[in-house]
Structures are given as structure tokens and as C-alpha cells.
């Protein structure tokens, strides 16, 4: 089992940056990929973004392309959401996942394909 929690979270001005991180512990980091989910009030969880276990693959949802990036430090068991350019829209609670992956490259978009979640981490945009 994996267990995952999110800091780095927070309140914001429009147009400006966060970092999210995600610890994580419990079996072997780099035998998992791992995803940034977010949920809104009154919506439903939405895919941000996702790292391969060995990094060298990511996905982003086209909400955030280009303002955000996913990375992971494998020897710190830990996987970044760096957001930038943040806007009002972009305020949720923001989840990380995990997965565990017999390949190197593999990615998912798909909540349910993710078996470990975080508790979630606040992060409010002003504008």
C-alpha cells in the first residue's frame, strides 16, 4: 500500500504561483505513476495532470497547459505540481494519486485507474 499527502496549497492572487507537493510512502515511489486531480464546489473531480513512473512521460488537461508543470524526484519520494499564471477558475481542492505501473511510460487521464489518494489540499485564487 501507498500512502500519499499533498501540502503547499493555499490563497493566492490572481496570476500568481503555487507549488503543490505530494509525499509519498509506504512500497517503492518509482514503481508508481502519479496524477493531480482537482474538484471544484459543486463540480466533479477533474484530471490536471500526470507523470510516468520514471518522469519522462507527462500529460496535461488543456485547462492548464502551459501554466502548469508535474515533475517527481524519485530518490525524495515526492511529485510536484508547479502552477503558475493561476486563475480564479483554477480554485479547488487538488489531489494526488497513485498507480502502480509495470511500464516505464505509462500515464492515465482516468480517476478510477488510480488506486491511493491524498486527502486533498486547499488552493483559493482571488482575483
Known amino acids: 500500500q501507498v500512502q500519499v499527502a499533498e501540502s503547499g496549497g493555499g490563497l493566492v492572487q490572481d496570476g500568481g504561483s503555487l507549488r503543490l507537493s505530494c509525499a509519498a510512502s509506504g512500497r517503492t515511489f518509482s514503481n508508481y505513476a502519479m496524477g493531480w486531480f482537482r474538484q471544484a464546489p459543486g463540480k466533479e473531480r477533474e484530471f490536471v495532470a500526470a507523470?510516468?513512473?520514471?518522469?519522462?512521460?507527462?500529460n496535461y488537461a488543456e485547462s492548464v497547459k502551459g501554466r502548469f508543470t508535474i515533475s517527481r524526484d524519485n530518490a525524495k519520494n515526492t511529485v510536484y505540481l508547479q502552477m503558475n499564471s493561476l486563475k480564479p477558475e483554477d480554485t479547488a481542492v487538488y489531489y494526488c494519486?497513485?498507480?502502480?505501473?509495470?511500464?516505464?511510460?505509462?500515464?492515465?487521464?482516468?480517476?478510477?485507474?488510480?488506486?491511493?489518494w491524498g486527502q486533498g489540499t486547499q488552493v483559493t485564487v482571488s482575483s
Open positions: 494519486a497513485a498507480t502502480f505501473s509495470s511500464g516505464r511510460s505509462y500515464i492515465t487521464a482516468r480517476s478510477r485507474a488510480y488506486e491511493y
Open positions: 507523470i510516468s513512473r520514471s518522469g519522462g512521460n507527462t
